[in-house]
C-alpha cells in the first residue's frame, strides 16, 4: 500500500515539475530589462521612456520607408518539442503603409534545421500600422519535424514609424492548450 502511496506522490511530482518548465519562457530577455542583451539588432534601441511592463521596452525607429529596420533572436527549442505559444505585446507610432499589404510593424517567425537551415515560409504574426496602444500579439503553433530553431523577428518592414515591443515569450506547449488557440 504504501508503494502505490510513493508511486502516486513520484508521479504527481513529476507532472508538476514538467509543468512547470513547459511554461517556461525560452527568449532571451524578453522585457528588455538588460537592453538588448540577446538580440540581434540592425537598429533597435531599448528605451526606458515607454514599456508596457518593467521598467524597458524595445525601439525601433524608422525615417525610409524603403529599409528594412528590425531585430531578431534565434531561439532553440528542447528536444521532441511538438507545440509552440509565441507572443509580444506592440505599440506603434505613426507607421505608415507600404506598397505591399503585408508592410507594417511586423511580428514574425522562421522556423530552422540543421546548420539554420530555414524550414518552409516565414509566419507573420502581426502587422500594424498607424498608431495604437500596446495590444498583446499571441501565435500558438504545430512544430515540424526537424525544427530545431525559431527565429522571432520585430522589423518596421518598409515603412516609416516607430514600434516598440515589450514581453516577448516563446514557451513549448501542450496539444491540449494549443488547442485553446484553434
Do not use: C
Request: zero cysteines; aromatic letters at 12%.
Amino acid at each position: 500500500m504504501n508503494i502505490i502511496k510513493y508511486v502516486a506522490v513520484g508521479i504527481l511530482i513529476l507532472t508538476a515539475n514538467y509543468s512547470a518548465m513547459a511554461q517556461k519562457n525560452l527568449v532571451t530577455n524578453g522585457g528588455f530589462e538588460d537592453e538588448l542583451r540577446g538580440w540581434v539588432d540592425y537598429s533597435a534601441k531599448a528605451t526606458p521612456y515607454i514599456f508596457s511592463t518593467g521598467k524597458m521596452s524595445s525601439a525601433l525607429f524608422s525615417g525610409d520607408p524603403s529599409k528594412w529596420t528590425g531585430m531578431h533572436q534565434i531561439v532553440t527549442l528542447p528536444k521532441n518539442t511538438k507545440y509552440i505559444l509565441m507572443s509580444a505585446k506592440i505599440k506603434v507610432d505613426g507607421v505608415s503603409t507600404g506598397k505591399e499589404d503585408w508592410n507594417g510593424a511586423l511580428f514574425l517567425f522562421e522556423m530552422l534545421g540543421k546548420n539554420e537551415a530555414k524550414i518552409g515560409e516565414g509566419i507573420n504574426i502581426a502587422s500594424a500600422t498607424g498608431d495604437h496602444d500596446w495590444k498583446l500579439y499571441e501565435y500558438a503553433y504545430i512544430v515540424p519535424p526537424g525544427t530545431l530553431n525559431i527565429k522571432l523577428l520585430f522589423a518596421l518592414g518598409y515603412v516609416s514609424g516607430t514600434m516598440f515591443v515589450d514581453d516577448v515569450s516563446l514557451k513549448v506547449i501542450s496539444q491540449a492548450e494549443y488547442e485553446k488557440y484553434l
